[in-house]
């Protein structure tokens, strides 16, 4: 993931097209590996993603929201022999899914959130 930060620097007024679009394709894989498809090491993301990327008009009619969960689904199947202590995928979608079914297991806060400034 650092690579990818490296590589393909934000680009300026004056980038050609195909800069560009490298540029899109390298934020795109980025969110893809960072966010929503993790690994274990939350620092690595796998090769095929970037294959889908390469036609962005058929990129946008795959079903990425089954992707994710696809990858959810399968990070919790491996999780669960007692020898493993991680997991990988989306874990923000599974907390989010939590809170809303269980709202018993959010946290009860007596004052309002503050963001530091």
């Keep these: 993931m650092n ?15 195909v800069e560009r679009i ?8 980025e969110m893809i590996g960072g ?9 690595l993301v796998h090769l095929r993603w970037l294959l889908k990327l390469i036609d962005f008009r ?3 009619e795959f079903s ?7 990858t959810l689904y399968q990070e919790m ?3 669960m022999p007692p020898n ?3 997991i990988g995928g989306c874990l923000s979608l599974l907390q989010s899914w939590a809170r809303f079914c269980f709202p018993f297991l959010c946290p009860r806060v007596n004052h309002s959130y503050t963001f530091p400034s």
Excluded at 7 to 16: A, H, K, R, Y
Excluded at 64 to 70: D, E, I, M, N, R
């Design 64 to 70: 990425w929201g089954s992707a994710v969960l696809a």
């Design 77 to 79: 199947c491996g999780v």
């Design 84 to 86: 493993k202590a991680k």
């Design 35 to 43: 966010y929503l498809m993790l690994d274990l090491s939350r620092n």
């Design 58 to 60: 058929a990129a946008g």
């Design 22 to 29: 490298r540029y899109a394709q390298a934020y795109i894989l």
């Design 3 to 17: 690579w990818l930060r490296d590589t393909f620097l934000e680009p300026g007024n004056d980038s050609t097209e």
